[in-house]
């Protein structure tokens, strides 16, 4: 089956300690994308990398890194910078490079918590 | 400021019930216009999109939006909900090599 995967569904975080989410997709598409999902804020973007070795900062950057050494992969570190990591993170992709026009196909998010 | 509005934070309509979501935007042009639905602990769905043509959009689910230039909306409907619908929906605006997602209506839906 085709679509994206992310891993792990959750994740509990120490203060201080950086953690990776895993985003992975063979649906072949160039552009991917990370969201931070607050209750009554919708989506906000961290970041997006429209092909292999490039990304660029959305929204909410700040603490927040990435990488993308593969096409099928886009992993989020959040770093013990970010200051209010407790989220749902939903990482995205889509066909092309237009993010006016293209389809986003979401994967299943996960729910990270710091204690 | 370009924004896009979803004013209803929580609808709650009966099984068998017709449904309208709102969205509003405020860009300078007509923008690329999207509804999106999530299930609980679940990634989003793409409902339907609208770029231009005609301004009543059929998407899955049994579910259609209408685009009005004049009101600056892009509702969705849907003329009878059932439980399975129970779900958050975004109203998503692509302008400009971006796209922004509206905080989302949460629907429940009465047996």
């Known amino acids: 089956d085709g679509g994206i995967t992310q891993s792990p ?28 999902q607050d209750p009554g804020q919708g989506l906000r973007l961290i970041y997006y990398s429209q092909i292999v070795n490039d990304f660029q900062k959305g929204d909410i950057a700040e603490g927040y ?12 570190t959040v770093t013990s910078a970010q200051k209010n990591p407790t989220a749902f993170y939903l990482c995205a992709s889509s066909s092309y490079r237009d993010r006016s026009t293209d389809t986003q196909y979401f994967g299943p998010g996960t729910r990270l918590t710091v204690l | 400021a370009q924004s896009v509005t ?3 934070i929580h609808i709650t309509v009966s099984e068998g019930a017709s449904l309208e979501l709102r969205c509003n935007y405020s ?7 999207f509804w999106y639905v999530q299930s609980p602990g679940q990634g989003l769905q793409l409902l339907l999109k609208y770029f231009s043509g005609d301004t009543l959009v059929q998407g899955i689910k049994g579910f259609e939006a209408e685009f009005k230039r004049s009101q600056s909306s892009f509702n969705l409907r849907k003329p009878s909900v059932h439980w399975s619908d129970a779900a ?23 047996p």
């Not at chain 1, 890194?65 to 992993?75: D, L, Q």
């Not at chain 2, 958050?88 to 905080?103: Q, S, T």
């Open chain 2, 27 to 33: 860009y300078g042009a007509t923008p690329y216009l």
């Open chain 1, 65 to 76: 890194s990435v990488s993308r050494e593969k096409k099928e992969s886009f992993p989020l």
């Open chain 2, 6 to 8: 979803q004013p209803d």
């Open chain 2, 88 to 110: 958050e929906y975004f109203c998503a605006v692509g302008y400009n090599n971006d796209m922004r997602f509206g905080a989302g209506t949460r629907l429940t839906v009465k």
């Open chain 1, 9 to 36: 569904k959750y994740l509990f975080r120490k203060e201080g300690q950086n953690v990776t989410l895993s985003c992975e997709q063979n649906l072949n598409h160039d552009a991917m994308y990370w969201y931070r």
